[in-house]
């Protein structure tokens, strides 16, 4: 089975610290993507990346970045965190283009920013 | 706009079938129809997925259409687990795809 893990189910910071969120997975899928999930807004896509110092903005990357040196590999990085970036962060990962492209989620990050 | 449209909730009796409809009338002719399921708290599960033909695993059934303009999933025999919020989506064939959740239906399953 895919197994796609993420650093931490729950998270608190304060206000302008850094914030590093890991994903790793273990089907050496090619595609890496985060999302946040909101209520009432579904799931909304920051980043993706298709391969290893790749990556693609998604519908909201602003106040993100991410970082894949390796291909298991896809951080995503809050540079000063804010009070509107309190959200479930979810990593999901992929083998890559073809006629199965199921998307594998991790558990996701409950992260809380005070 | 939404490239699919769930209705918010619905209420299935244990032991029966669930039926969870999805329209998607702008689909294009390369876009699979894909259904994951979140339970609280954790991350979406992937259930199915199907382009034309209709489709069956071993926890869902899907019946798309034959306009592909709509399409069905069916819980055969619904559980207490299955209590959960069901997405359907779209994903082009090639891939690298992101995928656009809306707002999902949120099944629940009545003891």
């Known amino acids: 089975d895919v197994k796609v893990t993420q650093s931490s189910r729950y998270l608190v910071k304060r206000t302008g610290e850094k914030v590093f969120l890991e994903c790793v997975q273990d089907m050496d899928h090619e595609n890496m993507f985060w999302y946040r999930q909101d209520p009432g807004l579904g799931l909304r896509l920051i980043y993706f990346s298709y391969d290893v110092k790749m990556k693609e903005k998604g519908d909201i990357p602003e106040g993100y970045s991410v970082s894949r040196e390796k291909k298991e590999r896809f951080s995503l990085i809050l540079e000063s965190a804010s009070t509107n970036q309190t959200s479930m962060y979810l990593c999901?990962?992929?083998?890559?283009?073809?006629?199965?492209?199921?998307?594998?989620f991790g558990p996701g990050t409950r992260l809380t920013v005070l | 706009d939404a490239k699919t449209t769930q209705p918010p909730s619905m209420d299935c009796a244990e032991g029966r079938a669930a039926n969870l409809p999805c329209n998607h009338s702008?689909?294009?002719?390369?876009?699979?129809v894909y259904w994951y399921r979140q339970i609280h708290s954790q991350g979406p599960q992937y259930i199915i997925h199907g382009l034309k033909n209709n489709e069956t695993n071993e926890m869902a059934s899907l019946i798309i259409t034959e306009d592909r303009k709509s399409s069905t999933l069916i819980l055969p025999h619904a559980t207490l687990r299955d209590t959960a919020v069901y997405y359907c989506?779209?994903?082009?064939?090639?891939?690298?795809?992101?995928?656009?959740f809306g707002t999902g239906t949120r099944l629940t399953i009545i003891p």
């Open positions: 702008t689909i294009s002719g390369n876009e699979y």
């Open positions: 999901a990962s992929s083998a890559g283009p073809g006629e199965t492209d199921t998307q594998y």
């Open positions: 989506t779209l994903t082009y064939y090639f891939g690298n795809e992101k995928l656009t």
